[in-house]
C-alpha cells in the first residue's frame, strides 16, 4: 500500500530510514525522530484546512491515520531490508507491531532500525 502523503514527505522518510540502518542518521546513529505532521496528507502546515502543526489542532482520527502510515511505511521497510526496527514511545522501546496503529500519537516518534538476520543489504 503506498501511504497517502507526500512523495517528497515519504522519500525523505524513506532515506532517513536507510540512514539509521546503516547507523548513520544526524538524530541518532540507529534511530530517527519522526515528527507525525510528516505522515499526513498535508505536505506543509498552511495546507491543513485548520492551518497549522500544532499537535492539538488534529483530531484522534487523524492521528490514528499518521499511525497506520507509519506502519505501512515501515513494515515495507522491514520487509525490504530484513532488518528489526524497534519504536520507542514514552512507555518503552518496542519491536514494531500492529500495536502502532492503536496510538493516536499528535507529535513525534522515535524509531531505532537493526539490520536483521536476514539482512544483506548494508552491512556495518
Avoid at 496503529?101 to 543489504?121: D, F, M, V
Wanted: with cysteine; glycine share 8%; proline share 6%.
Amino acid at each position: 500500500m503506498i501511504p497517502n502523503i507526500p512523495l517528497r514527505n515519504l522519500v525523505e522518510i524513506w532515506g532517513e530510514l536507510v540512514e539509521a540502518l546503516c547507523n548513520k542518521n544526524g538524530y541518532g546513529g540507529d534511530t530517527i525522530e519522526l515528527y507525525t505532521y510528516r505522515l499526513r496528507p498535508y505536505s506543509h502546515w498552511h495546507d491543513h484546512p485548520r492551518g497549522g502543526p500544532l499537535s492539538d489542532q488534529y483530531s484522534r482520527e487523524e492521528n490514528l491515520e499518521a499511525a497506520q502510515v507509519l506502519y505501512d511505511i515501515l513494515r515495507q521497510f522491514k520487509e525490504h531490508y530484513g532488518c528489526v526496527i524497534y519504536i520507542d514511545q514514552r512507555h518503552g522501546e518496542r519491536r514494531l507491531g500492529k500495536w502502532v496503529t492503536k496510538i493516536a500519537n499528535p507529535h513525534r516518534w522515535h524509531i531505532r532500525i537493526k539490520p536483521g538476520r536476514t539482512s544483506t543489504r548494508f552491512s556495518r
